[in-house]
């Protein structure tokens, strides 16, 4: 299929036909690394799988990572070819949910829900929420009690009580600490190469491993790749040959990924002490809702299962839920 611009495909409308009575819902999920907009009849049974008219995918709609400017420009670009694949209008929409990273704050809030209010006709219900919230209900089947833990490009941990109250731990992006995440990680592991090949780190089975993965010649190369482009899933794309490292023996990618996996359950446990999701005594079951690259099943180094495991130790009632993903 032809991939349009958002505003081309807004002109094409009208020579659309309407389809009565056939009014949708469009869902975004927007993260660091890609964005995915699905299209579902509006009145319809419950089913499992949801009936999925269409569905389309882009880049980043991080607002923190590519500006705020690029986002829109994403997430207007799904929403309408996902309106073009299941040939509808914008006037068939009932309502649009927008669940992305790097919406932190009710002003961020605010924004998203003015633009997306020049978009769409006055009669669409409109509602924007952090990844995290749509990542919760992915695995609870809409019911937000628990705690999520997404690691992917970036890194949040969310939880939420039955009677409304919300936490959230790490989220602030690379620069402010989220060192879980597949941007960190792989930040680390550049960082590592740099200080072995000046002298002011050990060896690591890393710098030859990376600079295979990237087609360079030598560490000095990495500068120049590094700032070309800043965006963070280009960095976090060298999660897997940390890891591959890691199960190789190396010491220095274990120790990032160790690292890690306690920046990872720390998330956690902040987020489950503010709302007292454990109980009095600390056994009291909850949902941990487990999302992300970083946290899918590994040969030998199975970070996700390693963050479960020291989850538990401090609370024993946690117990996890993988989504399953339906692309």
């Not at 309407?18 to 660091?32: K, Q, Y």
């Not at 607002?63 to 994403?74: K, L, M, P, Y």
């Not at 597949?182 to 072995?196: E, F, K, W």
Request: hydrophobic fraction near 40%.
């Amino acid at each position: 299929m032809q991939r349009y611009t958002a505003r081309e495909i807004w002109q094409m409308e009208d020579c659309q036909s309407p389809r009565m009575g056939c009014n949708v819902v469009l869902g975004v999920d927007g993260g660091a690394s890609n964005t995915v907009c699905v299209c579902i009849p509006a009145a319809m049974p419950f089913a499992d799988p949801l009936p999925v008219l269409s569905r389309a995918i882009a880049g980043c709609s991080n607002q923190n990572s590519v500006g705020e400017d690029r986002a829109r420009e994403t997430l207007e670009r799904v929403m309408a070819q996902a309106l073009l694949k299941a040939r509808r209008r914008r006037s068939n929409v009932s309502a649009v949910c927008l669940a992305v990273a790097g919406v932190n704050h009710p002003i961020d809030q605010h924004r998203m829900l003015d633009w997306l209010r020049e978009i769409f006709p006055s009669h669409v219900k409109l509602f924007v929420e952090n990844d995290a919230v749509a990542a919760m209900a992915s695995g609870t089947m809409g019911k937000l009690h628990g705690c999520v833990l997404i690691a992917g490009t970036g890194t949040i941990a969310y939880g939420f009580t039955n009677d409304g109250r919300e936490a959230r731990a790490a989220g602030a992006g690379p620069v402010l600490g989220d060192w879980g995440s597949g941007y960190g990680i792989s930040a680390q592991a550049l960082t590592a190469v740099v200080r072995a090949y000046d002298g002011r780190g050990p060896e690591t089975m890393l710098t030859n491993n990376i600079l295979d993965f990237l087609g360079l010649a030598s560490p000095d190369e990495l500068i120049g790749w590094t700032y070309e482009d800043q965006s963070w899933a280009r960095i976090a794309d060298i999660l897997p040959v940390v890891v591959e490292s890691a199960e190789a023996g190396d010491e220095v990618a274990n120790k990032i990924l160790h690292n890690s996996v306690g920046e990872l359950a720390s998330s956690v446990k902040a987020v489950v002490q503010r709302l007292a999701l454990s109980g009095e005594d600390g056994k009291d079951l909850f949902p941990l809702v487990m999302v992300g690259k970083v946290l899918e099943e590994n040969n030998r180094w199975d970070i996700g299962k390693e963050v479960i495991d020291c989850v538990n130790k401090t609370y024993p009632g946690a117990y996890p839920i993988h989504p399953e993903s339906r692309d």
